[in-house]
């Protein structure tokens, strides 16, 4: 079979300073024939959307394809005119961008965006796209397919958007659909639903596709093909079972041990020599938090957090898990005091601490620190490495020049960072080096209990596989407890003891950490575990992971009723939706709330 | 949603005009000079300035006088003119449609010119076009308006003799007429406010053009033009449109420069005056008017970047 898509060389650059050329894509060929998905696959910065966007023609700002060609079909992309190209792309090439969100204008109903490019290369009337698209919506399993068009991006979800935006990249029968880490924005449980959706009109339309993504496990359900890439340069291609089975690159092993999932850390040994039942380091009682205006009994209008409960011991780590919007960062800020609990308390060693930090004592403060997701802005870009831990250090131990010198060099070592590294400014470090130099600010206060708000997930898969081994270090070495909060159950089940699962702001399932290895649990936990994606082909097709097809919203959400029954499979009619459920305690020890394990029982 | 936060504004913007007229009031009460005093000129006998303060109510207190004077605006009657003697009703209504004439000539002409500038530089950053733009729309608010003013009377009235230095307006001109007479000042004008929106304009369309739904739709297809008026400049009003109101606002208070040059009869140099013959209620007046206008002007502004906020507009 000819190939349809064909890459022989390909170069791009940018103007250095001086004005002089650095390749950012090198020498990277590769061929598809048609309705074949070729995967390239990388980190950040090994050039992966560079060559993504040189197949539609396009360069960003300062960039410059340099050399190579692209041939689609029999056209060769890079002798394109201006003219030319405004009538090639979006029509015989289209592409599916990473954030949807970001990718929809704010101003337009998505219908005249999903049917623009039609319009635009006149290939239908208006009224011919508008039917179209509405069958390409249902294909994609999308709800009310008829009536979501004519709502505003911010009114649908961000699953649905990633739909839509497939939607748009189908409405001009491409040749080639090139796809942008096309899932990474989305929470695995969305994510398993948009991959089937794309992968059944992949093979439905015989499209070639391009899949770019960090992620070899998603690679692995959608390919044929995959090309690893680093620093602009291909350092593996092959197919799929090949790459998967043989890697034949250091880097690409290196790739597959990151995305192994492995228990970095052996569960604490409290054993019952330890007489004196000893308080919890940190305990939360019934902590409920919330946005919007205050109703009269103090509570907020819109409560993120639902009574949570939870206790941890001294030393150990517990891991909070949930998708976006579930209210785990709000946990971790309303422990560190950021974001006061509108009731129930937060006790550090039997102390009660108070709502806000204002009203906390230097001590207190000192004692509870947390780690913010993007180190990019957690750490001014304008300090020094020196000056962002000699902050801490002269606030909470009044150290003196020598001793925090000292100090810094000493924790430097901690976080497995060159003691040169103190003079530079935080803006020159890499995305790593800053998050470690985030998890040493914390260190530097010598805390209790340091607060981890996904410190992994704005990181490629090798480097947050290291800052996990690093916290399951710091753990051995350091009395610290941690509390980790992902939306990654892999990174939650490698360094932690104890699991808690947040949905809708409820405690719905918590227990030790083996226990979370495939359930049966909470139904949602269930649905969570078995909607990771394996390192393996055809795990997509094989996996039981379903939530209901269609949420049902007509069903009570609110109150005490079980939140999560709308999108669960496993809902009894006459129970779930007419009496809150009880929290259990499972046969394994697992607190879970859902009445099932009451039926089962 | 979106009607309780217009409401919100209109009474905000109502607020902010009363505790304006409480300053506007207590500034000219601070003012040096006694009206009575001036009226009467140098010579006058204490008793005569004594009698006269009584018959202008000069000898009330203070909070009796703003309430009065605000109870009277808000009937429509800012008071009697101590100079003229004329209801200051009547001596603002005769100038104030001259001053919106040449305000509205101003924005007609400003508005689309600076809207062209401003976007073209965006759609063509960087271009050699773009860098044009710049130093002409920099230049424009670098040269004050006097010399900009001066040298156009110069150059179109005095060696060209194309138009007339002076704006003189007959009821009965012909639409010529009218054009050549405003010709100067409303040029004048758009130099110091054309630079100021044209950059405003470029800054909120360039900020549109970065973003992903921009690079989206250049990778579906869509040509630049397409792409800054139907995808970038929707979601660049709210701050064009606050540009623009900061900038027309300027137009009635901040034309005094180009009234007196070319002796155009507007509200602004009859501030002027007002204040250089004491002549406290003509002065409220006119100060209540410009933060009138300028409260009205910015409340149109922030309305239309609600409205334009599909968020706002589509919860």
Redesign the interface.
Known sequence: MSAVLQVNGLEVSVRGERGERIKIVDNVSFAASKGEVLALIGESGSGKTTIALALMGYARRGCTVSGGEILIGDTDVLALSRAELFGFRGNRVSYVSQSAAAAFNPSKTIMDQVIESAVLHRLSSKTEARAKAIKIFESLALPNPETIGNQYPHQVSGGQLQRLMAAMALMSDPEVLVLDEPTTALDVTTQIEVLRSFKKVVADSGITAVYVSHDLSVVAQMADQIVVLKNGTVREAGATMQVLDAPSDEYTRSLMAAAKSIVRVQPQSLDASDVSPAKPLLELRGVTAGFGKTDRDGMPRFRVLHAVELSLERGSTLGIIGESGCGKSTLARTIAGLHPAAAGSVCLDGETLAPHLSRRTREQLRRVQIVFQNADTALNPAQTVEQVLGRPLAFYHGLSADAARKRIARLLEQVKLPANIAPRRCAELSGGQKQRINLARALAADPDIILCDEVTSALDTVVGAAILDLIAELRRELDVAFVFISHDISAVRSVCDDILVLYAGRTVEIGKRDNFTGGPGHPYTDLLISSVPELRQGWLEETHAKTVAEPNSSLPGNGDLCAFLDRCPVRQVGTCDKTPPPRLTHGNGNEVLCHLGQTKA | MLMILVAKRILIAAFTLLLVSFVIFAITSLLPGDAAQELLGQSATPEIVAELREQLGLNQPAHIRYLNWLGGLLTGDPGTSMVSNMPVKDIIGERLPKSLILAGLTAAVSVPLALLIGILSAMYRDSRLDRALNVVTLSMIAVPEFLVATIAVIVFAVQLRWLPSITIVSPDASFGELARAYALPVMTLCFVVVAQMARMTRAAVINQLD???V?????????PT?IAL??AL??AIGPIVNAIALSLSYLLGGAIIVETIFNYPGVASLMVNAVTSRDMPLLQACAMIFSGAYLLMVLIADIVAII????LR?Q
Not at chain 2, 308 to 311: E, R
């Open positions: 973003s992903s739904y690079e989206m739709a250049i990778l579906k297809g869509a040509r397409r139907q995808h929707p979601n334009s906020n599909p968020k589509h």
